[in-house]
């Protein structure tokens, strides 16, 4: 997943990741058999340092992401573009020697740019976008809709790589869009007293569209990363999500007129948590993948959902409404059948 577009996420992995058994592990890739026999413990070290410690890294992530997505919330002063700007401004500076280190270069191949463009450009407006639900909704809301993202990847990849949308596939997406009804709560379908009509719920509709709006730019994310396959360096592809990102975020600040620095001490510290946390939650996320399989990381990756629900309780006060509990739980059984499965048919 978007990576995952987790990306980010939340905060969710940067969209993107790779949650699918068919991801680039160049990392853990098969020795040659020779080489193998020669030096089977040190192989069999390599290839698994300790039982669970991709999931310990996928768990550890999970925390991290909904942390920041903690901070993000907490900076109500901060225009959600504008902390999308410092999150980019923060990443440039890790991301920069990095490609140095490589000798990747900073455009890419020649064929390749225009999927880094495209793959820039979205990644950036689902960061945006992401960071807006958080402050426009409960951030259980927003981190449960994010998990409709496997969805639409299916419907994106059937249509523009050609892989096959299967009956479980459709049966996924009824219950993610079942999930998200239940969150919404719409008054033509619950009734004025239900949905909680009035300024606050125009407020929560706008937040969860901008989650939705996350979900599909991370699922098209995912799917130019498919298309781009091993082609490209994930350092690179990173390069173009930021760079593109701090622009697109630069042009809408001019427009809304919104750009301010923070006034308060305790928000610009939260920024720099924010790059920090999301940093250590993306570095960790890709540990797990090059060490465990994508099926169980998919799966374990739902704690991002329990910790929306716990920081939601602990730091705002806010008891999730059995509507949301239910929505939750809709979706969550929809991502981790659709992680099930693509785990059995990779083990096949």
Not at 287 to 303: D, L
Request: one cysteine or more.
């Amino acid at each position: 997943m978007r990576p995952l577009d987790s990306s980010g996420a939340a905060e969710v992995p940067e969209p993107g990741l790779w949650l699918t058994d068919d991801a680039p592990q160049g990392a853990i890739e098969e020795p040659p058999a020779a080489e193998s026999a020669g030096t089977p413990d040190r192989e069999t070290k390599k290839k698994a340092p300790c039982p669970g410690l991709g999931l310990f890294y996928t768990l550890l992530s999970a925390f991290l992401f909904s942390v920041a997505s903690l901070f993000v919330k907490k900076v109500q002063d901060v225009h959600a573009v504008e902390i999308s700007a410092f999150r980019c401004v923060f990443q440039m500076l890790v991301i920069i020697p990095c490609l140095i280190y490589r000798k990747t270069g900073f455009i890419g191949p020649k064929g390749q740019r225009i999927f880094l463009l495209l793959r820039g450009v979205l990644g950036s407006t689902a960061m945006i976008l992401l960071y807006y639900a958080f402050q426009a909704t409960s951030l259980a809301d927003a981190t449960v809709i994010t998990f409709s993202s496997p969805v639409f990847t299916s419907i994106f990849a059937c249509i523009f790589l050609k892989e096959k949308y299967s009956p479980w596939d459709a049966l996924f997406t009824v219950f993610t869009i079942t999930g998200v009804i239940l969150i919404v709560r719409p008054p033509f379908l619950f009734g004025a007293s239900a949905a909680g009509v009035g300024e606050s719920y125009s407020l929560h509709l706008k937040g969860t569209i901008a989650a939705v709006a996350h979900a599909v730019f991370g699922a098209l994310t995912l799917v130019i990363l498919r298309k781009m396959g091993k082609s490209v360096d994930y350092f690179l592809s990173i390069w173009y999500y930021v760079i593109l990102g701090l622009l697109e975020s630069i042009i809408i600040l001019f427009i809304i007129g919104e750009w301010s620095l923070p006034y308060c001490g305790l928000d610009r510290l939260f920024l720099i948590l924010i790059g920090l946390f999301g940093l250590g939650g993306q570095v960790f996320l890709t540990k797990a993948i090059q060490i465990e399989k994508a099926g169980p990381v998919a799966i374990m990756k739902t704690m991002d959902v329990v910790f929306a629900f716990i920081f939601q309780i602990i730091f705002f006060n806010d008891v999730p409404t059995w509507w949301t509990v239910g929505g939750a739980l809709c979706v969550i059984a929809s991502s981790t059948g659709a992680a099930v499965r693509k785990w059995c048919q990779g083990s096949k």
